[in-house]
């Protein structure tokens, strides 16, 4: 059995950016429960030279939409970085979640061998489709994810495993 580079990031990134949601929502329902500023949160870091968790979240929709645009050569719709709340992100992450339902399994066709070409700031990156999901957008996403349950769980959030996997398909 094969899957497709649709099967393979277009579910797994939905699936992931609805559990990003529910720990942000916690997040923000912990704030309000303990009287704590929200900024407080949204702009915690783990440590001084990372990022804070506003952009974390910015990142991983970034990087979701950012795989299935390019793994289907759309133009990638922008977006501005001007969220500071709770709120502003969910929202967010609902409007990467629709975006990535636009996408139909047959966009992804010969995806595989497609050529993705990343910029850095640090050098120049060419991947076959393939490549680039397996081991530059999945991961990424997943880093910059995880990196936000973590700022959450470390301020007292009270987040466990099922929170980070969420809903399991049935």
Same mark, same amino acid.
């Given at each position: 059995?094969?899957?497709?580079?649709?099967?393979?990031?277009?579910?797994?990134?939905?699936?992931?950016?609805?559990?990003?949601?529910?720990?942000?929502?916690?997040? @923000?329902?912990?704030?309000?429960?303990?009287?704590?500023?929200?900024?407080?949160?949204?702009?915690?870091?783990?440590?001084?030279?990372?990022?804070?968790?506003?952009?974390?979240?910015?990142?991983? @929709?970034?990087?979701?939409?950012?795989?299935?645009?390019?793994?289907?050569?759309?133009?990638?719709?922008?977006?501005? $970085?001007?969220?500071?709340?709770?709120?502003?992100?969910?929202?967010?992450?609902?409007?990467?979640? $629709?975006?990535?339902?636009?996408?139909?399994?047959?966009?992804?066709? $010969?995806?595989?061998?497609?050529?993705?070409?990343?910029?850095?700031?640090?050098?120049?990156?060419?991947?076959?489709?393939?490549?680039?999901?397996?081991?530059?957008?999945?991961?990424?996403?997943?880093?910059?994810?995880?990196?936000?349950?973590?700022?959450?769980?470390?301020?007292?959030?009270?987040?466990?495993?099922?929170?980070?996997?969420?809903?399991?398909?049935?």
């Amino acid at each position: 059995m094969s899957i497709s580079l649709y099967e393979a990031s277009i579910p797994v990134f939905i699936h992931s950016l609805t559990s990003l949601k529910h720990i942000l929502e916690k997040g @923000a329902a912990h704030a309000e429960a303990r009287k704590i500023d929200p900024s407080v949160l949204v702009n915690s870091r783990l440590f001084p030279d990372m990022f804070a968790l506003v952009r974390q979240v910015q990142i991983a @929709a970034d990087a979701a939409k950012g795989a299935a645009g390019r793994l289907t050569d759309t133009e990638l719709p922008k977006y501005e $970085d001007t969220e500071t709340t709770f709120p502003e992100l969910v929202a967010r992450i609902d409007k990467t979640i $629709d975006y990535l339902r636009t996408f139909k399994p047959e966009q992804f066709e $010969d995806a595989e061998t497609r050529t993705i070409a990343i910029k850095t700031s640090r050098r120049d990156f060419s991947f076959p489709g393939l490549t680039y999901l397996q081991h530059w957008a999945l991961p990424n996403f997943f880093f910059h994810v995880v990196t936000t349950y973590d700022l959450l769980r470390h301020n007292g959030v009270e987040l466990g495993k099922p929170d980070f996997l969420g809903r399991m398909p049935d």
